[in-house]
Each structure stands twice: as structure tokens, then as C-alpha cells.
């Protein structure tokens, strides 16, 4: 959708991801990491968990967004268990790097609601885009305008201006890691603890 706005091209292979393809929209070169869905997923956390941290290699320096990509319905569990994916893969400091990527704008239209609507009706879904602070983008997938990708790439490089051109690096992901594998730790120990003493 990014790289194709007519849905001509299929730059991404389903099969495989994580997989990068880049291109040059405008005079923006931009390269789009596919990583493996989280909602409603087949194959087991551990994988995806995997294909993640690979995709962060598929960049030069690092991603300098994360685009959560979702359907315009309501903030389920599986989205907020995929947040917590994320969130324990990468770090709390992901959401400074997250923008949410609402498709399907044309569910707005028929219902005669406002994405700021939308956002409202459910706490969960607001709470979430609070944190990514309030960086979103609505796409209508069947308007095959490409002035939908070149608003989205604005938004982008403002909210990489914002951050004085930072990305994601792999040593936020090893510090993520580690500071996962502590908190396991922890974890351990206490249950440890509380067997003890019972």
C-alpha cells in the first residue's frame, strides 16, 4: 500500500518475512520492512518474535518508524496483546518510534464518523494512540491517490525531525533484551521465594 498505492505491484512476498523493499517516492528514498502480523497469528510467538528482531537488520542504521498496521474496528485483545509483543521485543521506548496505520477509511465515511470519533469509542484503542503520541494516518485502500502515501510520508518525516533524525538501533534491542531477560529473572525468584516459604 505503501510502496504500491494502486495495488498494482506486490513488492512483498507473503510467505518470507521478513523482507525489505525500498524505493524512491518523490525525492524520499524509502525502505519498507514487512515483518510478520501479530493479530490472529498461526505460527507461534516465539517466530514472529524472531522475524522482528530480524527486520531490524534489514535497515542500514535501524527503522526510524514502526508502523502499526490495523483495520479500522475495535481495539481487540489481539491487538493489545500484540502491543505487549512489541513492547517486551523491543522495549517501552518503541512507542517514541510507533505511528498507528489505520486502514480502511471508508468504514469512517459510511458510518458519518471522525477518525478522532473512532479513536474516542473505545478507552483501550485511545490509550494506545496516547502513547504513541498521537502520531496516526488513516489510508482508504480502495482510493488508489497516491497523495494518501506522500500526507503519510510527511507525517513520518515530521515525527523524524521531532526526534532529531534518531532510529531505532540494535543496541536498543540488545538493551530491551536484557533488561527482558532481568525482569524474568525476577520473576523466577520470586516464585522461588514464595515456594520456600510456604
Not at 474496528?73 to 517501552?92: C, L, P
Not at 473505545?122 to 489510508?139: E, T
Not at 494518501?148 to 521531532?162: C, F, N, S
Amino acid at each position: 500500500m505503501i510502496l504500491s498505492p494502486s495495488g498494482e505491484e506486490k513488492p512483498f512476498s507473503t510467505k518470507c518475512p521478513p523482507s525489505a523493499v525500498s524505493k524512491t517516492i518523490g525525492r524520499q528514498r524509502v525502505v519498507v520492512v514487512d515483518t510478520p502480523g501479530l493479530s490472529g497469528i498461526e505460527i507461534s510467538e516465539e517466530k514472529v518474535v524472531e522475524d522482528l528482531k530480524k527486520s531490524i537488520s534489514l535497515t542500514k542504521y535501524g527503522p526510524h518508524v514502526f508502523l502499526f498496521v490495523m483495520r479500522l474496528n475495535k481495539f481487540t485483545k489481539d491487538h493489545q496483546d500484540a502491543v505487549e509483543i512489541i513492547e517486551r521485543t523491543f522495549g517501552k521506548n518503541i512507542m517514541a518510534y510507533t505511528m498507528v496505520l489505520f486502514t480502511d477509511e471508508n468504514k469512517l465515511k459510511n458510518q458519518k464518523m471522525s477518525i478522532e470519533q473512532f479513536i474516542d469509542t473505545n478507552s483501550r484503542l485511545r490509550d494506545f494512540i496516547i502513547r504513541c503520541n498521537w502520531r496516526y494516518h488513516v489510508f482508504n485502500l480502495t482510493d488508489k491517490n497516491p497523495d494518501q502515501v506522500t500526507d503519510l510520508l510527511k507525517k513520518i518525516t515530521h515525527m523524524i525531525e521531532m526526534r532529531r533524525g534518531t532510529y531505532y538501533t540494535t543496541e536498543m534491542l540488545q538493551e530491551a533484551e536484557t533488561a527482558l531477560k532481568q525482569q524474568q529473572k525476577q520473576q523466577q525468584q520470586q516464585v522461588q521465594q514464595q515456594v520456600l516459604e510456604v
